[in-house]
Structures are given as structure tokens and as C-alpha cells.
């Protein structure tokens, strides 16, 4: 991973982390049901946009060296690993 993806993505999960400890104290507290569900909805979102900025990365990079490496067998593993990771990031 890309170092600017990583620092990008490491702030974004750290602010998730605060969001969930807030989610725990929202049940704690008996809280509204429905302000809870936002807020699920909200990490939901948040871990999503650092899904995509990881794949961007790894698409990027990984995949885009393993076209450029020439090498068919690495090309096959790669997109076969993209569609793989795509097919369970849609259930």
C-alpha cells in the first residue's frame, strides 16, 4: 500500500474507532433505536470509503504491476483475486 493511502486510511479508521466506542455507549445508554441505526449507517459508510480507497490502492499498484511484469500467471492470480474480493464485497 501507498504510503499517502495508508496514512489516509489509518486516520479514517481511527476516526471509525471513535464512532463504534460511541455506538457501544449509545446502547449502554439506552438510546433512541433509530439515532443508533444512523449511526451504524455512518460507520457502515465510513469503513466502505476506506474499502474503496484500498482497493483504488491495490488496483493502482498491485494489479497495474502485475499487467506491466508481463507475466501471465500473476496477471491471471491478480484479477482472479480482484473478482474474488469484489464478488464478497457485494453480499
Known sequence: MQADTRKACTQRLNRI??????????VEDDRYCIDIITQI???????????????????AHCVEGAIASGDADEQRRKVAELIEVLGRASR
Open 41 to 59: 449507517a455512518a460507520v457502515q459508510a465510513a469503513l466502505r470509503k476506506v474499502e474503496e480507497a484500498v482497493l483504488r490502492d491495490h488496483v
Open 17 to 26: 474507532e471513535g464512532q463504534v466506542r460511541g455506538l457501544a455507549k449509545m
